[in-house]
């Protein structure tokens, strides 16, 4: 329930106040006075698109704030508390301020948050018609919300099956529909697979196997430079007669053996001579390796290199394909192998999702079925109740019958098309709402829907702006005793130029203008004895001194009461 809505420069309003509370509030004013711009106020806070030519000429922002009474425990609480937000001892505070410039803020529960917060939270506290409702309510698809709002909790739990399994159905039809249309595209790529992995499998790469090669066949392409270099190294180290005068070895040996001659005269010797035989050993090691290099030299190196060059040949034209190096061609094999295993499988994988699409096809029908009984059913019961409203407003002979038929086609809310056709008067032929009734007429069926439907699916708040639109006289004081039944379990809140329909309500406000065509505070008036008779009288004359206007304003009020114990 909304408690307080305070505006601050938007439209005509330079600064309001509405105390709202439970009940029936109506707001009546001049035209000009702002009435329309408190339903806008309240748009914003619920979400609406904020428009920046709203705002108050002079100012650079515009400032609304609601006050809700909310259920600590309930769903709203907890989706404030989701949105960062809190609600202090079950009161909620929503605000909005929109600039000149076109920015925006949304507070919920004294954070910001994203306006699509206000969306939620307005669908769950506020129910707003208005005239752009009423000629909502020409459609199917509003006619068809009406008729599942009614049907309840039974059609919610089918329609929620209804809908998994559509959205099952659905996803397997595409998958096979998309399997289906890229068959030759993935056949095709099926066989360019099977081609490349042959070509990688006849070459049968190893990892490192480039980096190897390329050293080998930079070394066999310079064979003989490596050869008579090692030969010379080797010659010079040891002569063919090892030990010769010439060569390292030899000439270590010939001063190890000098020093040894004279070392009894000077120990200090001693570390030489060790150090020159530890040279001597390193040199015949060094001598053996090189032996032992020039022995590993293939004399038929030519033809090595020949046969490295083809192998580095092969894996080049792999790694140019597929590279760019070794190592990327087998993840290449690999990853391929198992694209083309899976590719492989389509023609087994679209016969499971054919018979997985007609089955989950004839799960969607079964569920359709049963949510179109489930319509068919309530759609008689909501007819005849609204009917029956229709018959209190002032509508003696009007029937509603509401036609639920197959649209021939599955959709996400089922196979249905549902229709309300109104038979104004006893002779006349049924004809859809959306062509054949009047404004006063639509109005009146919308009122007469809200108030059964609110038996099984309760709002917290209805927002009625000119509900009474087109009616007048004993019609709308029929309107103003169905909203005022309606708010025996609703907050309702009215934006009315009637007397008959402000006669019925438990709280009055004023919205009028100063001389220079703004609203502040004190301009909002919630209206009591008196006051609420001359405003009554201004409704119904345009006078609020007549003394005539004046009597037929408390005869109405004494009728409202008399109509509502």
Not at 4 to 22: M, Q, T, Y
Not at 131 to 145: A, I
Not at 238 to 250: E, F, K, N
Not at 302 to 325: C, D, F, H, I, Q
């Amino acid at each position: 329930m909304i408690e307080e809505i305070s505006i601050r420069d938007l439209g005509v309003i330079g600064e309001a106040r509405l105390p709202l509370g439970p009940g029936f509030t109506v707001l009546t004013g001049e035209t000009g006075a702002g009435k329309t711009m408190v339903v806008t106020a309240l748009g914003l806070l619920l979400g609406d698109r904020a428009d920046a030519h709203a705002i108050r000429a002079g100012s650079d922002r515009a400032v609304v704030e609601g006050r809700w009474n909310v259920a600590d425990g309930g769903q709203v609480a907890e989706r404030v508390r989701d949105a960062g937000g809190e609600v202090d001892d079950g009161e909620l505070i929503l605000a909005r301020s929109v600039s000149n410039e076109g920015r925006g803020r949304a507070i919920v529960g004294g954070r910001t948050a994203p306006v699509g917060v206000l969306v939620e939270l307005g669908h769950q506290l506020v129910v707003v018609h208005g005239q752009s409702e009423q000629s909502r309510l020409r459609s199917s698809t509003e006619q068809r919300r009406a008729l599942d709002r009614f049907a309840g909790t039974e059609l919610r739990g089918a329609l929620d099956d209804y809908v998994a399994a559509f959205e099952h159905w659905n996803t397997v039809r595409l998958e096979l529909d998309s399997l289906v249309t890229d068959r030759d595209r993935r056949a095709r790529e099926a066989d360019g697979l099977r081609i490349a992995m042959t070509e990688i499998d006849d070459v049968a790469p190893v990892a490192g196997e480039d980096v190897e090669l390329a050293e080998r066949a930079e070394r066999l392409a310079n064979a003989e430079d490596l050869r008579a270099a090692a030969t010379a190294a080797h010659d010079s180290i040891s002569s063919p007669d090892i030990g010769g005068p010439d060569d390292v070895i030899g000439l270590l040996d010939a001063a190890r053996k000098n020093l040894e001659r004279v070392s009894s005269h000077d120990p200090a010797l001693d570390g030489i001579i060790e150090a020159l035989h530890e040279a001597n050993i390193l040199a015949l090691d060094v001598s053996g390796r090189l032996a032992a290099y020039l022995g590993a030299l293939d004399d038929d190196s030519s033809r090595e290199l020949e046969v490295v060059n083809e192998r580095r040949a092969a894996l080049t034209t792999l790694t140019r394909k597929y590279g760019p190096t070794i190592d990327d061609a087998l993840e290449y094999l690999e990853t391929g192998s198992a694209r083309l295993l899976e590719l492989d499988s389509d023609t087994d994988r679209i016969d499971e999702l054919t018979l997985e699409v007609e089955a989950a096809r004839a799960a969607v029908e079964s569920l359709a079925d049963r949510v179109t009984g489930i319509r068919v059913a309530h759609a008689e019961n909501l007819a005849a109740r609204v009917t029956d409203e229709l018959t209190a407003l002032a509508m003696a002979n009007a029937v509603l019958t509401i036609d639920v038929t197959d649209r021939g086609e599955l959709t996400p809310t089922g196979r249905d098309a549902v229709a309300f056709l109104l038979r104004p008067h006893s002779g006349a032929e049924p004809r859809p709402i959306s062509k054949g009734a009047s404004g006063g007429e639509l109005s009146r069926v919308m009122l007469a829907i809200e108030v059964v439907i609110a038996a099984t699916d309760p709002v917290p708040t209805f927002i009625f702006d000119e509900v009474d639109a087109g009616v007048g006289g004993a019609a709308a004081i029929e309107v103003g005793r169905r909203l005022a039944a309606l708010a025996a379990t609703s907050q309702v809140i009215v934006v009315t130029h009637l007397a008959q329909v402000a006669a019925f309500a438990t709280n009055h406000l004023r919205v009028v203008k100063d001389d220079e065509g703004s609203v502040t505070t004190s301009n909002v008036e919630r209206l009591d004895g008196e006051d609420r008779i001359a405003e009554m009288a201004r409704l119904l004359s345009g006078l609020d001194a007549s003394g005539s206007a004046l009597a037929h304003a408390r005869e109405l009020i004494d009728t409202a009461r008399s109509l509502t114990t």
